[in-house]
């Protein structure tokens, strides 16, 4: 994000560190940030960072939505999903899944296809019952034995 003219750069960071929000305003212009964000500002360009995720550089970027300074790193790093959200993740991947394999259970599929099929369907609807969200055990589908 470049500063237009005579504008400074703010960070609107929740208590966590988190970017929410990059903004663009003339210098000493009020800023309202959401309730718990503090609007760190910059008086000159935003400088490029390394953005950081999974234990490695992803690529030297500005400081994006959703991002995290971490003093450790040096660098805006992209946070782990939550626990939540990595489990709403491992439910879209499976059904998307499921939904890939459903043309193997229809009636006019032959019934070796479909017994061929079926450990497969029912080991991913198992994957929930897995203890580690961020490190799922996919099953390999029979088209890829």
Known sequence: MSKSQGHEQLLICSPAGLVHQIVVAPPGSPVHAPAGCTAVRYAGEVPRYAKWANGGVISLCEPQPGERWSEERGG???PAPSLQE???AVRAKREALIAQTDWTQLHDVPQATQQLWQPYRQALRDV????????????VSPAER
């Not at 929930?128 to 099953?139: E, F, M, S």
């Open 76 to 78: 805006w790093e992209i």
């Open 86 to 88: 990595a489990w709403l």
């Open 128 to 139: 929930t019952q897995q203890r580690d969200p961020h490190n799922i055990t996919w099953p």
